[in-house]
């Protein structure tokens, strides 16, 4: 652009001032949440292991403010709604083996066999997409 009044330095020299809008059409995106509770952590979890696509091994879940809990599009295009599998607890981060047939779950270092099905567990610090699902999910027990 020899016309324009920035260069590509200016760019990368100066912090960026406004956000940049992806999508002219839908400049503000908003999110639907559905959710699902279940008992224990070991029910999440099946639940996830059900849900998840041939051969996915490794599935992330969160613990966070007081819920075991993960994310699922049911929109996986758009990402409009989403639902938010969980229940009440908290797991330690780490990685997490999770065997089907005795419905328990261990923690380990490595993935070690292809029959398990392992969880990434994060802890994240702040998450504004789970602070609004768990705002909405409260609000709609009162």
Do not use: H, W
């Amino acid at each position: 652009m020899p016309n324009s009044k920035y260069s590509i330095s200016d760019c990368l020299d100066s912090p960026i001032k406004a956000p940049i809008l992806i999508s002219r059409k839908r400049p503000r995106k908003l999110v639907k949440f559905e959710f699902e509770q279940f008992s224990t952590i070991e029910d999440v979890f099946m639940y996830l292991v059900s849900v998840a696509p041939y051969m996915k091994q490794l599935l992330p879940v969160s613990s966070y403010k007081g819920y075991v809990f993960s994310l699922v599009p049911l929109s996986p295009l758009s990402g409009e709604v989403l639902t938010m599998v969980y229940t009440k607890g908290s797991i330690d981060a780490g990685m997490m083996e999770f065997d089907i047939s005795t419905k328990k779950y261990k923690s380990v270092t490595a993935v070690e066999r292809a029959d398990k099905n392992y969880f990434i567990i994060l802890i994240p610090k702040s998450t504004s997409i789970s602070d609004s699902a768990i705002a909405q999910l409260e609000s709609s027990k009162t």
